[in-house]
């Protein structure tokens, strides 16, 4: 079974602080994508990364692939009370991308 | 366009009693999947469907069964419920090439009791 482990699990910051979120594996995968879940929703997709060493960035949110591929982090700058929400990151493996492997999640709080 | 669609939103079962959890798309999306989202442990698949008449078992089928006889809809159904069975249940369609996103329905909240 291949496992995404991601940390921290609970994070609570003040508005304008920095964090980083951890997504890592022992197995490689061949796409990364990072989902942000709000309270009552499904998880929306943010961002996919494809190759080793990939930086996207989104806004205030920078997306890193490891040079690997068994990796991920997310990290975000000056956060604001609209990032509160549960981040999760997804392995997609070879040619089919369908059954994606989800780490347990990041539950973010940026109070006020 | 409404994406992908649930219902019902919340639902409490007793132990024992069966239901069809409903989920229906109209993005033309040949995949389909069903999760449950458990606090604290992410999302498992239970069933995934590449196409209208093929369904296959994910990580955690036990308990649950599927159908996908159009291409619209995916619903899933639990027999003789469980309290293992309450949880957060969301359908999602993915489009074709790889790697592509999950379009994920809003979830239905299940509690068995």
């Known amino acids: 079974t291949q496992l995404l482990e991601q940390s921290p699990q609970f994070l609570s910051i003040q508005e304008g602080e920095n964090l980083t979120v951890y997504c890592n594996s022992s197995?490689?995968?061949?796409?990364l994508q990072w989902y942000r879940q709000e309270p009552g929703e499904g998880p929306v997709l943010l961002v996919t990364?494809?190759?080793?060493?990939e930086v996207k960035k989104l806004k205030r949110l920078t997306f890193q692939f490891g040079d690997a591929r068994k990796d991920s982090s997310l990290h975000i700058t000056a956060a604001q009370p609209g990032d509160t929400g549960l981040y999760l990151c997804?392995?997609?493996?070879?040619?089919?991308?369908?059954?994606?492997?989800f780490g347990k999640g990041t539950l973010l709080t940026v109070n006020p | 366009n409404a994406g992908v669609t649930q219902t019902p939103k919340f639902r409490i079962l007793k132990i024992g009693q069966s239901m069809t959890l409903q989920c229906t798309q109209d993005?033309?999306?040949?995949?389909m999947y069903w999760y449950r989202q458990d606090p604290g442990m992410g999302l498992k698949l239970i069933y995934y469907?590449?196409?209208?008449?093929?369904?296959d078992k994910g990580e955690v089928p036990n308990g649950y069964n599927v159908s996908r006889s159009t291409t619209e809809d995916f619903p899933l159904r639990l027999e003789l419920a469980a309290p293992s069975q309450t949880s957060v249940y969301f359908c999602?369609?993915?489009?074709?090439?790889?790697?592509?996103?999950?379009?994920f329905g809003n979830g239905t909240r299940l509690t068995v009791t």
């Open positions: 997804a392995g997609g493996r070879g040619g089919s991308n369908y059954k994606l492997t």
């Open positions: 197995s490689v995968f061949s796409s």
């Open positions: 990364v494809v190759t080793g060493g």
């Open positions: 993005m033309n999306h040949n995949y």
């Open positions: 469907s590449v196409g209208a008449g093929i369904t």
């Open positions: 999602a369609t993915q489009p074709p090439g790889s790697p592509s996103p999950l379009h």
